[in-house]
């Protein structure tokens, strides 16, 4: 996600940091490049300032710009609006819609003056309070998204934005309620547009010939970010076609049948697979085949039509044993990549030549990395129109036309397509040439903080979802992929920086979409996303967010990291890599690193990370009771996870499993640093699979990144969304390896590791072979046969889980490092340990038990030596081996 180089996008939660929280400092109250200042409402201005002995207080504007101080006096203003102090501050009302304004004081426009409100919000604005003698005792500049949402909102959220066609003529539209003029510039002439009153939205209506021509907008506006007018020439924000490298948006009607590859409009599609039931797969485009020799369309779009490749024969596989989604990283327009492929620079170093353990990897690749084909694209530029990186040709809509291609070579692959969005920030603000949304409507489409600098928790300039037209444009935007490219899921990035409004409107709009009308079945389009709660808006502190404990019972799963943590061990952002977990060896296979305690300490930390494991097995259930390793009944929620519940779901699939993604090092390289380092290539990929298991045979829906089951490694790099193709790209043949050994891993994310990593790369029995990467890939996808088979699996209820789950062996004498789980007509076994386990469960002595049938057909032959001994009830598991028996 991160522009900045050396910023992590973290999948998981963010540790916290005071800086989240981006608390002002004391400012001089008179400032006027500062704006603490907030007009709320079109009578209301909430203001916390020093000045008790002020007698007056108002909103200075100018049109052209040009108020300063001089002489302790504010000049240069035009009009003033008189603002009379209210008692009591603001309303119930006022304080529910802005809680973190709840203790400013407020202060009403006279009724008088509010003929110029309109006039005033179409310039500089600052707030002032003047002593009895006129002298200036406070100043600031004034946030105003509130007051254009309540002025503008009504008629603008009803509004059809950028190109819209009618009988072939279009209609180009732009919110733009702030500026003086707007003008379209067309295909090298320009053309005036006009402003409707009510809405703030300038059109203008053009002929038949417009069709494919290139064109932006001129915006003349005030810029508070450089205190002036400017005039903006800037691109579509509701662009549905661009030319290479963003230059221009294109005039262009998605529905053009020139635009539709052949069997579009008939696209027969997977069955739809309820959000509770998926199994996804998490892919980025480039890395996909940017290394696959049998791909004729190698890091693009068209290479998911390619049938034969060997990349789209493992999708087909994956597909046919149960995945039911590919979860794409961004394939919208991103910023950070030259979209033509003559453009792209590559690293001038016979890479492969290079020892496994070097430095010069990374400075290679590193010298070239802004100017690459690679990146992993969370820098949005333009939220609705592909990716051109990706495109056979990015200057026109053939990436359209690709686009499509590509989700219709996933589906007739057995695959449904999620696109990964990310609307929580775009890739600039402020003046900067790849900012679009802010040099239309300068200081509203982002979040600004106290002093009306604009927040960056995401790592980049935050979006305020919050703000009306910003919401429209989230919902106005999903909706289209859904239409238009007949997308099937959505993850939304850092969606806990949206208000769960927003995101319940984006599912209200989607379940509105059918066959007859849209040609899409909207309420068959599955939603979840990162519901991590930091930064400015923790806690509820400015909207209710959608997070983890918000969503809940929304049917809008969330990641969830607390099942995650505990089979890898440790967190995303421990100083020392080894911390160990469930799958990795806590206790029953220490790797001697201190930062796992004695074995006391490893032992109680391993059966509490046993516990957060069963919750997870429950779909992270909230009321889900079972007995924990202290013998204790207790609920999911009642379970500690670093301070907060464990369990947090109303229902199953409100949680989403999963034990590795694009974020932080993959499961292969997190286990390379926690196992022990003379762990066998083989062991290595019994506990992958294990650790794998854990999602795949959870309730819920359970995500892995792509390559997992072929223990991909990214050369231990713990945030490789700038890396280049020599980390990222994925290896379908075994003999290629599997990226593990390929230098040591950039120094920006990763430097402080590099003493952990160093002898792991040097170690050339950590490279696994042949055997290890087909058996581990072949024993999931026998994992996922059984999870998409067996109904079990698939519980509608928490009353149906706790019907049919139960962890029989819980409690004070339980195993460390294994879990034996019963459900329904099932009885799995996760033994984790490097050594055979029995698990007798005296209530199944006399039932007749066998290992399931597909695992003594399958691909794993540790697994088939598993055995039941129906006298005593007595399970026996190899090691690091996850078996599931059926009752017969």
């Not at 066959?515 to 991590?532: C, N, P, Q, S, T």
Request: aromatic fraction near 8%; hydrophobic fraction near 40%; charge should be neutral.
């Amino acid at each position: 996600m991160a522009v900045l180089p050396a910023v992590p996008h973290a999948l998981a939660a963010p540790a916290p940091r005071s800086a989240d929280r981006q608390q002002p400092t004391a400012a001089p109250p008179i400032d006027l490049a500062t704006a603490k200042a907030q007009w709320i409402d079109r009578d209301t201005v909430a203001w916390r300032t020093d000045g008790a002995d002020a007698t007056g207080q108002t909103l200075a504007y100018a049109p052209d710009g040009g108020i300063a101080v001089d002489n302790g006096r504010l000049t240069g203003a035009v009009g003033r609006l008189r603002l009379i102090p209210v008692d009591g501050g603001l309303t119930d009302a006022q304080r529910a819609a802005y809680p973190h304004l709840k203790d400013h004081p407020a202060y009403r426009i006279d009724a008088r003056d509010r003929d110029q409100v309109r006039q005033a919000l179409r310039g500089q604005l600052v707030a002032a309070r003047t002593g009895a003698d006129g002298t200036l005792i406070a100043a600031t500049g004034v946030q105003i998204p509130g007051a254009l949402d309540d002025l503008y909102g009504d008629a603008a959220t009803r509004a059809a934005l950028g190109p819209v066609f009618r009988d072939g003529r279009p209609t180009l539209a732009v919110w733009a309620p702030t500026a003086r003029t707007v003008a379209l510039e067309l295909d090298g002439r320009t053309v005036p547009m006009r402003r409707d009153a009510d809405s703030g939205v300038w059109r203008v209506t053009g002929d038949r010939s417009w069709r494919g021509k290139p064109y932006r907008y001129a915006v003349t506006v005030w810029a508070p970010s450089v205190r002036r007018i400017v005039t903006n020439k800037v691109t579509d924000p509701y662009s549905t076609a661009l030319t290479a490298d963003s230059a221009r948006s294109l005039v262009t009607d998605l529905r053009d049948p020139a635009l539709a590859p052949r069997g579009w409009s008939a696209l027969g599609k997977p069955a739809a697979v309820p959000s509770r039931d998926a199994q996804i797969q998490e892919l980025h485009i480039r890395d996909f085949s940017i290394a696959d020799r049998t791909s004729d369309h190698p890091g693009g779009y068209l290479a998911f039509t390619d049938s034969g490749s060997d990349g789209m024969k493992h999708l087909a596989r994956l597909a046919a044993s149960g995945t039911s989604y590919v979860h794409l990283l961004p394939a919208f327009d991103f910023g950070t990549v030259p979209e033509k492929r003559a453009d792209q620079a590559e690293p001038d170093c016979d890479l492969a030549a290079l020892p496994a353990d070097s430095e010069r990897q990374q400075e290679c690749t590193g010298a070239v990395a802004a100017k690459d084909g690679f990146n992993w694209g969370y820098d949005p530029l333009h939220y609705t129109v592909p990716e051109g990186s990706y495109a056979t040709d990015p200057d026109g809509p053939g990436r359209t036309r690709e686009f499509r291609r590509m989700v219709q070579g996933l589906n007739r692959a057995g695959l449904r397509t999620v696109m990964d969005v990310v609307y929580n920030h775009t890739v600039a603000a402020g003046q900067d040439e790849k900012s679009v949304l802010d040099r239309i409507v300068p200081g509203y489409y982002h979040r600004l903080l106290d002093d009306g600098g604009v927040a960056t928790s995401t790592c980049c300039a935050n979006t305020a979802p919050e703000h009306r037209m910003m919401g429209k444009l989230v919902v106005d935007s999903v909706v289209t992929w859904a239409k238009e490219y007949k997308v099937d899921g959505f993850r939304f990035d850092l969606m806990g920086h949206h208000p769960k409004a927003n995101i319940l409107a984006v599912r209200k709009a989607l379940d509105a979409l059918t066959i007859e009308k849209d040609g899409v079945d909207g309420k068959a389009v599955i939603l979840y996303g990162e519901g991590w709660n930091f930064g400015e808006v923790a806690d509820d502190a400015r909207f209710v967010q959608a997070t983890q404990r918000n969503m809940a019972g929304t049917g809008i799963a969330t990641f969830s990291d607390r099942a995650r943590d505990a089979v890898r061990g440790g967190g995303p952002f421990d100083e020392d890599p080894r911390v160990q977990g469930f799958a990795s060896g806590l206790y029953t296979a220490p790797n001697g690193a201190p930062a796992n305690g004695d074995p006391a300490q490893a032992k109680a930390r391993l059966l509490h990370y046993q516990d957060l494991i069963k919750v997870g097995l429950s779909g992270n259930l909230k009321d889900f009771t079972f007995t924990d390793t202290r013998g204790q009944r207790v609920k999911g929620s009642e379970v500690d996870y670093n301070g907060s519940p464990a369990g947090y779901a109303a229902d199953p699939g409100d949680a989403l499993a999963y034990a590795d993604a694009h974020d932080n090092e993959t499961l292969y390289d997190a286990l390379a640093f926690k196992l022990p380092q003379g762990t066998s290539a083989a062991d290595r990929a019994r506990a992958q699979v294990l650790a794998m298991a854990t999602a795949a045979l959870s309730q819920g829906p359970a995500l892995s990144q792509a390559g997992t089951d072929l223990l991909r490694s990214k050369s231990l790099d713990r945030n490789s969304y700038d890396s280049g193709d020599w980390f990222n790209a994925l290896h379908w043949r075994c003999q290629d390896g599997n990226g593990f050994g390929r230098g040591l891993p950039p120094a920006a994310d990763n430097r402080p590791k590099w003493p952990y990593g160093k002898p792991l790369l040097a170690d050339p029995a950590l490279r696994p072979g042949c055997a290890e990467t087909t058996g581990a890939s072949a024993a999931y996808r026998d994992l996922l046969r059984i999870r998409t088979s067996e109904k079990a699996f698939s519980q509608a209820t928490t009353a149906g889980v706790q019907s049919a789950l139960s962890f029989p062996l819980s409690g004070t004498d339980e195993t460390p490092g294994v879990i034996t789980m019963r459900l329904g007509r099932l009885v799995v076994v996760f033994n984790a340990t490097p050594e055979r386990q029995h698990q007798t469960v005296p209530a199944l002595a006399g039932e007749r038990y066998g290992l399931h049938p597909v695992q003594a057909a399958g691909a794993d032959a540790v697994v088939r030596t598993s055995s039941y001994e129906a006298g005593s009830g007595t399970f026996t598991v190899p090691a690091r081996t996850v078996a599931v028996f059926a009752r017969g």
